[in-house]
């Protein structure tokens, strides 16, 4: 009797002990949210996700088959976002709810829907979908793009997730769908996961990135497909967010990415230090620009890898930046200019800026295929050093009317591009280049191309 009731309590006890906020389920519907498709479901959801914080963390569920409009969602800690397969939370048209800037005092950058600060424990899971409503926020439709609305010192059109010093971050199987500015933003974030998302953006819409990693460290993205207007994934270090520092430990593995600017970019913004990064088993495919550097303010770019990929890019229009360069090394200082936010791209009381050193950086096992080829240079030869490009075999072939023979500086100071340059590995200014195995194959249309300038 005594040994029963032992194992009673001890049961009991055991049950106690493994008892996590993941048990606790806050369904969206039970706090009034309809997800009609028509109805602004925004107070609805935040009273759930409210409801879910104040129990100290849980499961808040989107349910299957519904959609949910909504504007501005502030997110809590320890709770896993969960959105069930055919269910869809829907970006608010209406410009005017958004209204928290995505980039503090400065305004002109885009403002934020779904948003979190200070938080750990979250994540957001399930096979339903995210939509940003892109298109809403467009002006009239373009051959190669969306007009942008004008915009003075403000832009309206909402990020769709962006978390600002975050921890212990996952992101899941869930589809993301266009965005009308930057998808997935993370700022000053730690330890982040990625595996397994759907990101699939407009094309035709200008800034709509797909995963922007700023200022943030250990960050692991795995097995995504990427589609974006601008680029897929990309590394930086903002000024408007300077006090969260470096931007280190980033892999990213096993990818496929379509972009109309740069499929994999490190900058523009850049004004710390980005390193110790690894691109490994990707594929960039229908891309403007395939791997880019583009270092144009006084942070640095230093011990990055990109191994066994396969990079395939051709030319656009010059609303994207970028000229086909499969491959794309540069420090650059940035250009002044009178852009919506042009007073936060120089360091505080200054006119101009300066650009940092890019250095230790290696090419291994790439495959290229493009109307152009690759392309390394820097404002003087000490800003580009110890570039190693080790079996990188290129391609070139042509297969639009743009014309050729010209690589994109943008944005520069001084002339944005170089043209009449026929060579697969163009280095223009640089020390410590190495080219081991590289090898250039041209179809008819490209002969007057030579291997390389050195």
């Known amino acids: 009797m005594f040994r029963f009731l032992y194992l009673v309590v001890v049961l009991a006890l055991s049950s106690c002990v ?21 109805s602004d479901d925004t107070q609805a959801i935040q009273n759930a996700i409210n409801a879910c914080s104040r129990n100290g963390g849980g499961k808040l569920v989107f349910p299957k088959g519904y959609t949910f409009i909504s504007g501005p969602i502030e997110l809590y800690s320890n709770i896993e976002y969960h959105f069930e397969a055919e269910t869809r939370l829907l970006a608010n048209p209406d410009e005017s ?7 503090g005092e400065n305004e002109g950058e885009g403002m934020m829907w779904i948003y979190g600060k200070d938080l750990k ?4 899971t399930g096979f339903g979908t995210i939509d940003g409503n892109g ?6 439709e373009l051959s190669d793009s969306y007009e942008l609305k004008p915009v003075t010192d403000f832009d309206p059109r909402p990020h769709v997730l962006t978390l600002i010093n975050s921890e212990k971050v996952v992101m899941r199987d869930i589809n993301i769908r266009n965005s009308a500015y930057w998808t997935v933003h993370l700022v000053g974030c730690n330890d982040v996961v990625i595996d397994g998302i759907s990101l699939l953006n407009n094309l035709k819409i200008r800034n709509g990135d797909g ?31 300077e006090e969260y520092g470096v931007c280190e ?8 990415m379509t972009s109309r600017s740069c499929a994999v970019k490190i900058g523009s913004e850049n004004v710390d230090s980005i390193r110790r990064v690894t ?13 880019g550097i583009q270092n144009r303010d006084e942070g640095t770019v230093s011990d990055v890898l990109f191994s066994n990929m396969i990079v395939d890019c051709h030319f656009f229009s010059d609303v994207w930046w970028g000229k086909s360069e499969p491959i794309y090394i540069t420090s650059y200082s940035r250009a002044k200019g009178n852009h919506k936010d042009a007073g936060w791209r120089f360091p505080k009381g200054a006119s101009e800026g300066k650009c940092g050193n890019v250095s230790d950086i290696i090419f291994q096992n790439i495959s290229c295929t493009s109307e152009n080829g690759v392309f390394i240079g820097g404002e003087t030869k000490d800003k580009i050093k110890r570039i190693t490009l080790n079996n990188v075999n290129l391609k070139l072939r042509r297969i639009t009317d743009y014309p050729g023979a010209v690589y994109d500086k943008r ?11 026929k060579f697969g590995f163009f280095i223009d200014e640089a020390t410590d280049v190495n080219l081991i195995n590289c090898d250039i194959i041209k179809d008819s249309s490209m002969s007057e191309y030579q291997f390389s300038n050195r």
């Open 18 to 38: 493994n008892h996590t906020h993941s048990d606790f389920v806050f369904n969206v519907l039970d706090y009034g949210a309809v997800g009609n498709g028509k």
């Open 97 to 103: 709810v958004y209204k928290i800037s995505a980039f």
């Open 121 to 124: 424990n979250i994540s957001f």
């Open 135 to 140: 298109v809403s926020f467009m002006g009239e």
């Open 211 to 241: 995963i922007d990693i700023d200022h943030s460290k250990n960050v692991r993205i795995s097995n995504c497909f990427i589609e974006s207007g601008d680029d897929c994934i990309c590394l930086k270090n903002r000024r408007e967010f």
């Open 249 to 256: 430990d980033i892999v990213v593995t096993n990818c496929i």
């Open 279 to 291: 691109f490994d088993n990707c594929i960039i495919r229908n891309s403007n620009r395939g791997i």
């Open 411 to 421: 944005p520069c100071k001084d002339s944005p591009f170089i043209s009449d340059k």
